[in-house]
């Protein structure tokens, strides 16, 4: 028998309450993708080339940020959401899995930050 | 934090591969594909940000042969998600589990991503081929 107490004994064991909302909003990012990503695909291919002045002129439209910062960051989302699901079903070890798992938020903040700034830096200096 | 092991899922190795096995680890692997392409477009559109000189640098690479199977890899890893997210979505829904459904809907996903792939390529295809 032992002397941990009832509370001490199942905490820990429990849900991590989150999971309803982590399904819920990894579905509503994935639908919201689907014509957002369609859109960028479809309008990079339709570009004449890559040169610098057609690209930066393509990213400096307004319409296109706009698209362009609903993807970055709907697609950074629903990538770190992806992302934690198969860290946690393939890193079983509780230490390298919260490492594994702050490692990818690092990189998806910082890749949508540099991302979204470049698009907002280029909407704004076409504008002047 | 508990001491004893909690209890896992059986995993992978216990299943027989099966056919739509593998079209969820598909779809498992182009996501963290695309992972990877969503730091490339943000490190080409930072690189677009920064002005000509440093955009120079990376459309080399981009227009390069490797830098165009790069894209090729991300145009079908793109498609192959979409369409399997899709079912994905109608299975959520409770549409479409059974087997034969289920083994029919895959197809219809493997070759609707092949086919939009093929087509996104050949549009994109005078990108990689002018320098």
Redesign the interface.
């Known amino acids: 028998m032992s002397l941990k107490s009832p509370l001490g004994r199942v905490?820990?064991?429990g849900t991590g309450r989150g999971a309803t909302h982590h399904f819920w909003v990894q579905?509503v990012s994935?639908?919201a993708?689907?014509p957002l990503?369609?859109w960028l695909?479809v309008s990079l291919?339709?570009?004449p080339?890559?040169?610098?002045g057609t690209?930066?002129a393509w990213?400096g439209e307004f319409g296109h940020a706009i698209a362009?910062v609903l993807v970055?960051a709907t697609?950074?989302y629903h990538?770190l959401l992806?992302?934690q699901v198969?860290v946690e079903d393939y890193v079983?070890q509780?230490g390298r899995k919260v490492v594994v798992l702050v490692a990818s938020t690092f990189?998806?903040v910082a890749?949508?930050a540099?991302?979204l700034?470049?698009?907002i830096?280029?909407a704004l200096?076409s504008a002047a | 934090m508990a001491t004893r092991s909690r209890p896992l899922s059986p995993h992978l190795q216990v299943y027989r591969p099966m056919y739509t096995m593998a079209l969820s680890m598909t779809h498992r692997l182009t996501g963290l594909g695309l992972t990877l392409g969503l730091v490339l477009l943000c490190a080409w559109l930072a690189a677009l940000a920064a002005g000509p000189s440093t955009y120079g640098k990376l459309r080399s690479v981009v227009v390069s042969p490797l830098g165009f199977l790069v894209i090729a890899a991300y145009v079908v890893a793109f498609w192959y998600h979409l369409c399997a997210g899709l079912r994905h979505l109608r299975h959520d829904l409770g549409h479409g589990l059974e087997r034969a459904s289920a083994r029919r809907s895959g197809l219809v996903v493997v070759v609707a991503a092949l086919a939009l792939s093929g087509l996104t390529l050949a549009a994109l295809w005078h990108l990689g081929g002018r320098p």
Do not use: F, Q
């Open positions: 905490l820990g064991l579905r994935a639908v993708l689907v990503g369609i695909l291919a339709a570009l080339d890559l040169a610098y690209a930066r990213a362009l970055i697609a950074a990538s992806g992302v198969i079983p509780p990189v998806h890749a949508a540099a991302g700034l470049a698009v830096k280029m200096g």
